[in-house]
């Protein structure tokens, strides 16, 4: 199992459409894609505009071909043009 450890930045202003988007679609449409096990999803604290998804992958090779799906496809558009920018690490967690 590999953990993916997210961060996105949102626009200023669109704090709450951005959690709205992902409590309401887009979570639903990533935790669909093949490989995944479990996502968590949350808003930051210190940063309001900062948002987290941590997600459970069968593996690497799992995450890489869920890019190619539906779902993940549309877990992309449900951010729309919300998002300005973010990282994204894989973790062997025990």
């Not at 590999?2 to 709205?20: D, H, M, N």
């Not at 990533?30 to 998804?53: I, M, N, T, W």
């Amino acid at each position: 199992m590999i953990t993916e450890i997210a961060t996105i930045s949102v626009a200023p202003g669109q704090e709450e459409a951005f959690e709205a988007a992902m409590r309401h679609g887009g979570i639903e449409h990533l935790s669909g894609c093949p490989g995944v096990r479990k996502v968590s999803f949350g808003q930051g604290v210190e940063d309001p505009g900062k948002f987290a998804f941590v997600v459970e992958w069968d593996s690497l090779e799992a995450h890489h071909a869920a890019r190619n799906t539906d779902a993940f496809a549309a877990f992309r558009a449900s951010m729309g043009a919300m998002t300005i920018g973010g990282a994204m690490e894989h973790f062997a967690l025990s």
